[in-house]
């Protein structure tokens, strides 16, 4: 697997909760961002401590464009589209890309931010992703973040929901509001075919 964006670091620790995962690169072009979110220790200990993480400090396409290798899973995070270096990160040009860096039937997920943006740079966005990936769906995970899990192959599979009872991830996310299958399937907002109508064809 490999995460666009280290942030705090959260999402890459609890990706490792997982142990079917046998991987992870977490990159990030700002060094500095990865030494501050050493102060979110050990919340996030499994992306420093884990043997199965590295980092590396590099421009994401840049660095998938070199690492001649395919991933089963990409997350990426990067900050808000308007933000200066990051918008290249939310093109249809980066969607063509990745979609090749991907294993076949691999999964892609993007966040998306919804505060300090209109509704057509996240239509602009979504139409970039429904232009490169024959399947996806959205979900609404807060009232300011989407995220959108797409795929390379013809369609996404099912929800595995029974990953939240690995015990790492158990003992993390009892942390927080209770979280079940249940819940999560809420959040799905959207698929590809009921945006088509909006999407097909939009800005070109």
Do not use: C
Request: aromatic fraction near 10%.
């Amino acid at each position: 697997a490999a995460v666009i964006g280290q942030g705090s670091g959260m999402t890459s620790h609890l990706l490792l909760g997982s142990p079917a995962l046998r991987s992870l690169v977490t990159i990030d072009i700002e060094p500095a961002m990865i030494r501050g979110s050493r102060r979110f220790y050990p919340a996030n200990r499994r992306v420093f401590d884990d043997p199965r993480a590295r980092f590396a400090v590099d421009d994401a396409k840049a660095y998938f464009a070199s690492a001649h290798r395919t991933f089963d899973l990409i997350l990426s995070e990067p900050s808000n589209p308007w933000v200066s270096g990051v918008s290249g990160l939310f093109t249809e040009e980066f969607y063509a890309r990745v979609k090749g860096y991907l294993a076949p039937g691999g999964v892609f997920g993007q966040w998306l931010h919804l505060y300090e943006i209109d509704d057509a740079l996240v239509a602009s966005v979504l139409a970039a992703l429904h232009r490169q990936f024959p399947a996806y769906q959205v979900y609404m995970v807060s009232q300011s973040d989407l995220f959108v899990v797409a795929t390379n192959g013809p369609a996404l599979r099912p929800a595995d929901w029974s990953v939240l009872g690995y015990p790492g991830l158990a003992r993390d996310l009892a942390r927080a509001a209770p979280i079940d299958g249940a819940a999560l399937d809420a959040l799905r907002l959207a698929d590809r075919a009921a945006l088509a109508p909006l999407l097909d064809g939009y800005g070109e």
